[in-house]
RNA sequence: AGGUGCGUAGCUCAGUGGGAGAGCACUACCUUGACACGGUAGGGGUCGGCGGUUCAAUCCCGCCCGCACCUACCA
């Protein structure tokens, strides 16, 4: 059956899929008696869709998978996704405002998680397919959410037992506060950016010195009204007499303190002298424990001005407090000089909303004991770190590492196990619903109502994935995984963690490599966002898709209209559909040790008509093929090529064997290294540049030679044997890259019966040694110089 | 402020102590029985700047300039 001139992916894509998935070929059984490889799939978020960094995590993690299933290794590719606790709570809240203009608080807790899960119901899968569409050879039947029974019993175990050694604990502290969120976040989640704002003098009188003020200066004026100190430098000549005296506080009635304090006070910055509200301030809070110091909470959780500020403000949004503060400040002759001045500003990373450092009772994660031996399996390199530049940054990061705030005022996550009785007030934790206070043994006992960070649960992942707390099985056989595949973005937020936590529960690092991978960038090099509609779909350039197209979904997400521009300038004809080989290859072949990968469309075409250079030597190959014996050639080259006899195997068969074997050994080593373009790279080139321009050039005259003469017929059977079979060999070699087209043409070639129904599970070629031909090689460089 | 990384052909990017590369774009020719998503031949780069080490530097070291990212408690 003669191929098509060119080739489609549409129709020979989904085919493959659905044969991969209905003969099961993506299981793996933990009692197999095979080495071990496993991968987990970073679980994306489950209303999230595919975008193009899921493609290429998902793409270099299946490359690795396949490589090793068909080395013969029990190789498992976990899949599974996460409940994005903050992410999808504010996506269904933002659903119910629009739809039925309500708030979770209409509904109450558990009628909007009812929502909640329908809602994950409804769209939970949607990547769960994507991922399937890009070839992703993940063992689906073991599917898990971070929510789900397994998964929740891991993260009760965890937290109940980090309680009791001390490693979790509650405490009243200055935490990250979201006005919009509404909910405390880790010190990770806010953004520190640097602003334009002002620095504004204050004069604070002295008190029993009637001449005498006091200047500080501040950023924040409206904190004023939460002082309760001021620091100076010990021994400053300018104001040192000064310590153990009271200024009064302009616009309240207190006095408050005058401190010596060398950590927060510069001497050489401003006046010297600097105002102390604890309540608000991450340095002052600290200031405040080393003096005692009254701790102020001016500002509620709605970042308003709240009740010890003097009547006035109260009910005031910071930004008019900072405003009447300073028109009254003006009024009573306290303000001096104002000066421009860049302000460091945290700002929530998910709402952009400004961050205000509260008081708050929350959940802490003791890190430091945690760290230790993360540090250590790092240094000692039982997880390798690649590319090993990361290691700086994951060991600075653990040796300076704070306590981790893991309680979120949310609804959807998992629920702290803690009980507070109602009695004595005492905290009651417990791996099943306590009935009683374990103090007093009052019934009465109500269950805390925040839930965990989402990154606890994912800290979890590659145990509990596997069965734990329980000793399952595959926990023995996968455990730790193979490697770890993912973007440098999360490398605190998940990687450290899992690290800490996998060998604080196992004993075990949770895998024994990460490989970090670029973050995709656009044709600008900026990093790729919905909100600036600077966003490739994966999907896109698979099947393909109009420039209207592409802009209508720009706009749908609410890009600016550079977006469209942008859209118009680089995709004026849309984007043909290139296939998911194409960009797997491309993806592949673009991923360097780099930090950004820019997805450069050029590319992703030139490596299209690489796939339909693959296809037409094929198609040359079936045109060629005519009453060749596969299995009769095998037998023939079973104990190495031979020489001379009745199978004289001509120069260019010898080269193009030897360099097959080289070209496997190049593949092996780079993927070992994890130098996923290297091994691209050579196969593109020994598949075109060597098999394309040279190897069938070469062969034709020996395929065309008439039938008669015995020779002709013994060359041209070598010649046949040598095409198809280094073809066959280059298909596997390939596959791990291009699944779909490789299995594609594999099916059509003549190949020997005793071959698996499926390239996924045929033996990966090795560097065959005895087809290593050093002569051979030498003597056809000089034919083809 | 500190840290990390980057600066190589028009564009996007590999790479190495001794010969400077790939894809796309560009020029000329070629509708050749696998493929015009192709073939053949070609043009194009003081490898950011200045010093140093070396027999030899695009590569190693120092400084400078530009860019990006990360971390951070300077009021």
Not at 226 to 232: E, K, M, N, R, S
Not at 640 to 659: E, V, Y
Request: hydrophobic share 40%; net charge negative; charged share 25%.
């Amino acid at each position: 059956s003669e191929l098509p001139k060119s080739y489609d992916p549409r129709d020979v894509e989904p085919r493959w899929l659905e044969f991969w998935l209905s003969h099961d070929l993506f299981h793996a059984d933990a009692r197999a008696p095979k080495a071990p490889f496993s991968i987990t799939l970073p679980p994306p978020n489950v209303t999230g869709s595919l975008h193009i960094g899921h493609a290429l995590g998902t793409t270099l993690q299946d490359i690795l998978i396949r490589w090793r299933r068909m080395q013969g290794f029990n190789a498992l590719y976990m899949p599974g996704t996460d409940h994005a606790g903050i992410a999808t709570q504010m996506l269904v809240e933002r659903a119910l405002q629009r739809d039925e203009g309500k708030t979770r608080h209409d509904l109450g807790r558990d009628a909007f998680l009812a929502r909640v899960w329908a809602w994950k119901e409804t769209y939970g899968d949607r990547i769960i397919s994507q991922l399937k569409r890009i070839g992703a050879s993940l063992d689906w039947e073991r599917a898990r959410f971070t929510m789900d029974e397994g998964s929740s019993e891991a993260v009760r175990e965890a937290f109940v037992s980090l309680y009791e050694q001390g490693l979790i604990y509650r405490a009243h502290r200055l935490i990250n506060w979201c006005t919009d969120c509404f909910t405390a976040v880790s010190d990770l989640e806010v953004d520190t950016v640097e602003e334009p704002g002002h620095l504004w003098e204050i004069h604070y009188p002295v008190v029993g010195e009637p001449e005498r003020t006091l200047t500080v200066a501040t950023t924040r004026p409206e904190t004023m009204l939460g002082d309760t100190a001021v620091a100076v430098f010990p021994g400053d000549p300018r104001h040192g007499d000064l310590v153990g005296k009271r200024v009064r506080l302009p616009l309240t009635d207190r006095e408050i303190p005058i401190v010596a304090d060398d950590i927060l006070v510069d001497p050489e910055f401003g006046s010297g002298a600097v105002k102390v509200t604890p309540g608000h301030d991450e340095n002052d809070f600290e200031c405040g424990q080393r003096h005692g110091l009254e701790m102020l909470s001016v500002i509620d959780v709605h970042g308003k001005m709240c009740d010890p500020a003097p009547e006035k403000y109260r009910g005031m949004t910071t930004a008019e407090a900072r405003a009447a503060v300073l028109t009254d400040l003006e009024a009573g002759g306290f303000l001096g000089d104002t000066k421009d001045h860049v302000v460091p500003r945290g700002r929530c990373g998910r709402s952009n909303t400004i961050i205000e450092p509260l008081l708050s009772d929350q959940w802490f994660v003791r890190a430091r004991p945690l760290a230790e031996p993360a540090i250590a399996a790092v240094k000692s390199k039982k997880t390798e770190l690649f590319p090993p530049t990361f290691e700086k940054t994951y060991l600075h990061w653990m040796e300076n590492i704070r306590d981790w705030c893991i309680s979120r005022q949310l609804w959807w996550g998992h629920r702290i196990p803690a009980w507070h009785c109602q009695a004595c007030g005492e905290i009651t934790v417990a791996r099943t619903d306590p009935s009683a206070c374990e103090s007093c043994g009052e019934a009465r006992l109500v269950q805390d109502e925040d839930v965990l960070d989402t990154w606890f649960s994912s800290a979890l992942w590659p145990m509990s994935t596997l069965g734990w707390p329980e000793k399952t099985t595959d926990l023995k056989a996968f455990y730790p995984n193979s490697v770890l595949v993912t973007g440098h973005d999360i490398i605190f937020f998940w990687v450290a963690r899992m690290m800490m936590m996998g060998l604080h529960f196992m004993g075990k690092v949770p895998f024994r490599a990460v490989y970090f991978t670029p973050i995709v960038t656009d044709e600008n090099g900026d990093k790729m966002s919905k909100v600036k509609g600077n966003v490739i779909d994966p999907l896109d350039v698979i099947a393909g898709a109009s420039r209207e197209k592409l802009i209508a979904r720009a706009e749908e997400n609410g890009a600016p209209p550079v977006a469209k521009k942008n859209i118009e300038k680089y995709f004026p004809d849309g984007m043909p559909p290139a296939g998911a080989d194409a960009l797997r290859f491309s993806l592949a072949a673009l991923t360097t040790p780099s930090r950004t990968m820019r997805l450069a469309m050029d590319r992703v075409e030139g490596y299209r008509h690489f796939i339909n250079k693959l296809w037409n030597a094929s198609r040359f190959a079936l045109m060629n093929l005519d009453g060749f014996d596969p299995d009769r050639f095998a037998e023939v080259i079973a104990g190495g090529l031979p020489r001379g006899g009745s199978h004289p195997f001509s120069l260019p068969d010898r080269w193009i064997f030897s360099r097959l074997a080289q070209v496997a050994g190049e593949v092996h080593d780079a993927l070992s290294g994890y130098r996923f373009a290297d091994a691209a790279g050579a196969l593109y080139h020994f598949v075109w540049d060597e098999l394309c321009d040279w190897y069938i050039e070469l062969a034709k005259p020996a395929l065309r030679a008439d039938g008669g003469d015995f020779d002709a017929e013994a060359r041209r059977f070598s010649t046949q044997g040598t095409l198809a079979t280094v073809l066959e060999l280059s298909l596997r070699l390939l596959h791990p890259f291009i699944p779909f087209v490789s299995e594609e043409i594999w099916h059509k070639l003549p190949r020997p019966k005793a071959l698996p129904e499926s390239l996924v599970v045929t033996l990966y070629p090795q560097p065959e040694a005895t087809w290593i031909d050093a002569e051979a090689v030498q003597k056809m460089q000089l034919v083809m110089d």
